[in-house]
């Protein structure tokens, strides 16, 4: 499994725990001297939050469980973005305008938007998740990199 999928499955199940820990923890604090409404707030706040990873997550869930993707290709930039906090790199569908971001890095002689790539993008259906993505030659469509 790669990073991306990891991440997914860490979305939902991050919003299962989420849940049922607010809710546990409101029964648990509400029987031995009431709750704060302060207490009460953040115990909601935590089961939104739960209910909204998994709201963000659900639709492709089938998609990853069921290794049902699609492979999008075309000609793309390839950018690194260093100031995030995990550091990712971005690729940017010329044609289409289409954005995706990986964890993975390739070791790439030339970067930039100066510097054209023809991509593989695997994604899931709904193209919500990045899967993997393999960055061919624009000229010689020989295999550079490949994250799977």
Sequence with gaps: MNEEILFFYALFAGGIVCIILSILLYFWLREDTGI???????????????????WYTAPSLK?????????????CTVEYDDQSSPRTMDLYYDKTDDYFSFFDRADLGAYGPDVPYTCHVTTTKDQEFEISYRLYDVKTNRLLYSSE
């Design 63 to 75: 998609y990853v469980f069921y290794h049902d993707y699609a492979t999008i290709k075309g000609t």
């Design 36 to 54: 704060e409404f302060s207490t009460f707030g953040r115990l909601v706040f935590m089961c939104l939050l739960g209910v909204g990873l998994i």
